[in-house]
């Protein structure tokens, strides 16, 4: 029970160094093999003073402004991940998104801090969490540690949360301590036959967990509030939402954790 390949995302308008310190750590934990990737695109029209036109020296230049910052990242990578982390490094003209969803089919976890506005540039959580088909370990800003001493699991009684709590198998297992949370405004023997349940599969993967209810509608602040009540440093939860005429369209609780940036959250769908 671990993840043997991590993949972690590179923004190339972003300092690469704490990402890849973070990975390291994180590879090391759980012995497994890493992945550096950073990839960028050109948007395909520049704006002009005639409108929107296809400038093909201007996007050469572009293009080559990339590759150079891609070359400077890789360098960094290599400096930074201990010669004992078996690694490789990928890098890639085309959004990032599209490049994690490739290298999506051959690893288990996939490492990224939070996107940008720019999709040529940076990782769209949205499209990734609910795309990859893997678990996205989505880091809190400025951050260079995931220590998950203290979990909390956000459980609702669906396949999201169910996929979730499987993917969260092997950071579950090295944690001090587990909670299991859902959130209920009115609670009877269900939920806690659901909680109860929860906590028995955990057990039988040797993870010891305590079960909460948290009094209320579901909420993502409330949620959060609650991770940092019991200083929890990673929220494992499942991310409900589908497309929509080319938007993703999520539940509150989801659209709350992608957009709190000031903790760890495993994403998964």
């Not at 520049?46 to 050469?60: K, N, P």
């Amino acid at each position: 029970m671990s993840y043997k390949t991590i993949v972690v995302n590179l923004a190339v308008d972003a300092d690469p160094a704490p990402m890849v310190k973070l990975a390291a750590e994180l590879a090391e934990r759980f012995d497994a093999h890493l992945i550096g990737l950073a990839a960028a695109d050109v948007p395909p029209l520049v704006s002009t003073g005639e409108g929107l036109v296809y400038e093909g020296e201007v996007m050469q230049i572009q293009r080559t402004e990339i590759e150079k910052r891609l070359a400077e990242m890789s360098e960094i990578f290599w400096r930074l991940v201990p010669a004992s982390i078996g690694s490789e490094w990928s890098q890639h003209i085309c959004g990032p998104t599209r490049a994690l969803g490739r290298v999506a089919r051959s690893v288990d976890l996939i490492v990224t801090a939070d996107g940008g506005e720019d999709v040529f540039r940076a990782a769209d959580i949205a499209g990734l969490v609910l795309g990859a088909g893997r678990p996205v370990l989505v880091t809190a800003s400025n951050t260079e540690h995931v220590r998950g001493q203290t979990v909390l699991v956000a459980w609702k009684d669906g396949k999201e949360a169910r996929r979730a709590l499987s993917d969260s198998l092997p950071l579950l297992a090295k944690a001090n301590e587990v909670v299991v949370a859902t959130m209920e405004p009115q609670y009877g023997e269900d939920v806690r036959n659901s909680l109860a349940d929860v906590a028995v599969f955990l057990e039988q993967h040797g993870i010891m967990a305590r079960t909460e209810v948290i009094a209320g509608e579901a909420d993502g602040e409330r949620l959060v509030t609650f991770a940092r009540s019991i200083h929890a440093d990673v929220i494992v939860s499942g991310a409900y939402g589908h497309s929509r005429l080319r938007e993703w369209v999520f539940g509150g609780v989801t659209r709350s954790l992608i957009d709190d940036h000031g903790i760890n959250r495993l994403l998964s769908n």
